[in-house]
């Protein structure tokens, strides 16, 4: 996601988003954040049909995209009250995802657990029933 779709959905100013980031900028290596380069900026723009003309319609900055990751790491440093709501509900999800994996592996270790005992089942009742054959 680009900086200036952040800021709307965090509701914060673009500037005041990439301040954070730039004062903050160890925390975006580049699998959680990189800047556009011009070619890809002007290429996306064409690509939109979002070519104004006239002076001040478009940042002189260069745009910085998100990848979940940095989505994530920006809520958690924003003091909109949008921001602190998704930082909220990416942690309780994290935790979600965590116990759903736990009680998962808890299953299946249950489930080997069963499994086995049904094959030392299968083996005592397959040699009874070789020991009545032999009789």
Known sequence: MLDSDLAE?????????????????????????????????????CQNGT????????????????????????????????????????MRAFVAIRHAVASMQLSNLRYEQLSHKVDQLNAYVEEKQRIEDEK
């Open 51 to 90: 070519i104004k003309s006239g002076r001040g319609q478009h940042s002189k900055y260069l745009p910085f995209a998100f990848t979940e990751e940095g989505v994530a790491m920006l809520s958690g440093m924003l003091r909109s009250k949008t921001a602190v709501q998704v930082n909220i509900n990416i």
């Open 9 to 45: 959905l965090y509701e914060v100013e673009v500037s005041q988003l990439k301040r954070q980031v730039r004062r903050n900028i160890d925390r975006f290596p580049e699998d959680f954040m990189f800047e556009l380069t011009r070619d890809e900026y002007d290429a996306l723009r």
